[in-house]
């Protein structure tokens, strides 16, 4: 199993056939393959799923005491389907799409994040935002309206679009709409009512993270991997709650003066987070670093994973 662009193989994608005597179901392994085993002579449809994405293989056939191979080689690989519908607002610092893109994910559509004008166009309009499945909040957006004197409007529709079944991520400076519209799931930082007060963290390049996620530790075939943060001041989760799922943790260095000149470390905090407001709604993903513009090879990696969470 691959993403749709025919390349890149997925693991921890759900594999499943419903038989006359129950389902049986397994997952892909870090090579994108699956191995279904007792199924009962018959025709079936197989069934496959990562995060929100699937696809089917139809009328398969399989006959008593045989194996049943799909796909032409080991080397070809069966797409997940490009049926998503998918919101990126811009931001500043990073390039979400250009991830999805690489992944074969097209269908989307863009909305400028740098002038605010998503609040009113995309946030604001609900019926709109129930036409997307997944909405990606860039770094750099402008996220003045979750001030004081904010759109309420705009944070409601936004906790309604999850609480529907629909997912967002969001990356670094984003956090704020994260905090503001989730504020039990990930502690950020500082106090919850100082807007960007978490963006404090110290730029630093190939620091070793720990995955602490099971899934996606056999994803990577791996547990010690290379962060980037490049870029300075960006925003330190201190903690999650219990109902959160921990990917990475790592340590980092806090700024400990605006200018930076003396610092703190901060030992196994969370560097990617994820989770459900509920148990029917959608995904919240949140991670520290950037979707694009500071990858290493495992940083990319982990990026491609994560979309097929959402």
Same mark, same amino acid.
């Given at each position: 199993?691959?993403?749709?662009?025919?390349?890149?193989?997925?693991?921890?994608?759900? @594999?499943?056939?419903?038989?006359? !005597?129950?389902?049986?179901?397994?997952?892909?392994?870090?090579?994108?393959? /699956?191995?279904?085993?007792?199924?009962?002579?018959?025709?079936?449809?197989?069934?496959?799923?990562?995060?929100?994405? !699937?696809?089917?293989?139809?009328?398969?056939?399989?006959?008593?005491?045989?194996?049943? =191979?799909?796909?032409?080689?080991?080397?070809?690989?069966?797409?997940?389907?490009?049926?998503?519908? &998918?919101?990126?607002?811009?931001?500043?610092?990073?390039? @979400?799409?250009?991830?999805?893109?690489?992944?074969?994910?097209?269908? &989307?559509?863009?909305?400028?994040? =740098?002038?605010?004008?998503?609040?009113?166009?995309?946030?604001?309009?609900?019926? %709109?935002?129930?036409?997307?499945?997944?909405?990606?909040?860039?770094?750099?957006?402008?996220?003045?309206?979750?001030?004081?004197?904010?759109?309420?409007?705009?944070?409601?529709? *936004?906790?309604?679009?999850?609480?529907?079944?629909?997912?967002?991520?969001?990356?670094?400076?984003?956090?704020?709409?994260? =905090?503001?519209?989730?504020?039990? /799931?990930?502690?950020?930082?500082?106090?919850?009512?100082?807007?960007?007060?978490? !963006?404090?963290?110290?730029?630093?390049?190939?620091?070793?993270? *720990?995955?602490?996620?099971?899934?996606?530790?056999?994803?990577?075939?791996?547990?010690?991997?290379?962060?980037?943060?490049? %870029?300075?001041?960006?925003?330190?989760?201190?903690?999650?709650?219990?109902?959160?799922?921990?990917?990475?943790?790592?340590?980092? =260095?806090?700024?400990?003066?605006?200018?930076?000149?003396?610092?703190?470390?901060?030992?196994? @905090?969370?560097? *990617?987070?994820?989770?459900?407001?509920?148990?029917?709604?959608?995904?919240?993903?949140?991670?520290?670093?950037? !979707?694009?513009?500071?990858?290493?090879?495992?940083?990319?990696?982990?990026?491609?994973?994560?979309?097929?969470?959402?």
């Amino acid at each position: 199993i691959c993403a749709p662009n025919g390349t890149t193989w997925l693991a921890n994608a759900r @594999v499943w056939v419903d038989t006359p !005597q129950g389902t049986v179901e397994t997952q892909t392994d870090a090579n994108g393959r /699956f191995v279904l085993t007792n199924v009962p002579p018959g025709t079936y449809t197989v069934n496959v799923q990562a995060g929100s994405f !699937q696809t089917q293989f139809p009328n398969v056939v399989v006959r008593s005491n045989e194996i049943t =191979e799909i796909g032409d080689s080991p080397d070809q690989c069966v797409p997940l389907e490009d049926n998503h519908k &998918i919101a990126v607002v811009t931001g500043e610092w990073d390039q @979400v799409q250009v991830v999805l893109n690489r992944l074969g994910i097209n269908n &989307i559509d863009l909305y400028s994040g =740098e002038d605010a004008s998503y609040v009113q166009t995309l946030l604001g309009d609900y019926t %709109l935002m129930q036409t997307y499945d997944v909405i990606f909040f860039n770094c750099g957006i402008d996220d003045s309206f979750l001030g004081m004197a904010g759109n309420p409007v705009a944070v409601q529709n *936004t906790r309604a679009f999850v609480a529907s079944g629909k997912s967002i991520y969001a990356s670094d400076w984003a956090y704020d709409l994260v =905090e503001v519209a989730w504020p039990d /799931f990930i502690d950020f930082y500082g106090a919850d009512t100082d807007r960007d007060g978490s !963006q404090v963290g110290q730029e630093g390049e190939n620091l070793p993270g *720990t995955v602490v996620d099971p899934a996606l530790r056999n994803a990577l075939s791996t547990q010690n991997v290379a962060i980037n943060f490049n %870029l300075p001041a960006w925003a330190i989760m201190s903690g999650a709650s219990s109902n959160s799922r921990v990917y990475i943790r790592g340590t980092v =260095e806090r700024c400990a003066d605006l200018f930076c000149s003396s610092s703190e470390t901060l030992s196994n @905090v969370p560097l *990617t987070v994820g989770f459900h407001p509920a148990p029917t709604a959608g995904k919240v993903i949140y991670t520290s670093f950037h !979707q694009e513009r500071q990858t290493t090879a495992d940083m990319d990696m982990i990026l491609q994973m994560l979309v097929f969470e959402l």
